[in-house]
Nanobody, 127 residues
Framework: QLQLVESGGGLVQPGGSLRLSCAASGFTLDYYAIGWFRQAPGKEREGVLCISSSGRNIYFADFVKGRFTISRDNAKNTVYLQMNSLKPGDKAVYYC????????????????????WGQGTQVTVSS
């Protein structure tokens, strides 16, 4: 069974940090671009960051600049989202997703490009 599983969500105070993990099972992430998306209550899903299959290219939404980073460890078949300086507005369910991208140097943050999705992990930022 091909699946992505997120973990690492939870409750954190404003200004705090969390690291989310996205582990793949049933397939290897080596040739996939990986994206992180989030959806807050009553809002549409939005792209956060993505990383190319090579790991050399990253694209991020303006609202995370300087606060969030993405990395991948293909040996562990896992991608990470490091979130620092969290704000209450970052509260959402965070999803990782993947699409085949063996020959494409870049990644895109369009949800319709992604064909594999995790179940999501809740992030709450509150004092």
């Amino acid at each position: 069974q091909l699946q992505l599983v997120e973990s690492g969500g939870g409750l954190v105070q404003p200004g705090g940090s969390l690291r989310l993990s996205c582990a793949a099972s049933g397939f290897t992430l080596d040739y996939y671009a990986i994206g992180w998306f989030r959806q807050a209550p009553g809002k549409e899903r939005e792209g956060v960051l993505c990383i190319s299959s090579s790991g050399r290219n990253i694209y991020f939404a303006d609202f995370v600049k300087g606060r969030f980073t993405i990395s991948r460890d293909n040996a562990k078949n896992t991608v990470y989202l490091q979130m620092n300086s969290l704000k209450p507005g970052d509260k959402a369910v965070y999803y990782c997703a993947a699409y085949p991208s063996r020959t494409q140097p870049l990644c895109v943050l369009r949800a319709d490009r992604y064909d594999k999705w995790g179940q999501g992990t809740q992030v709450t930022v509150s004092s």
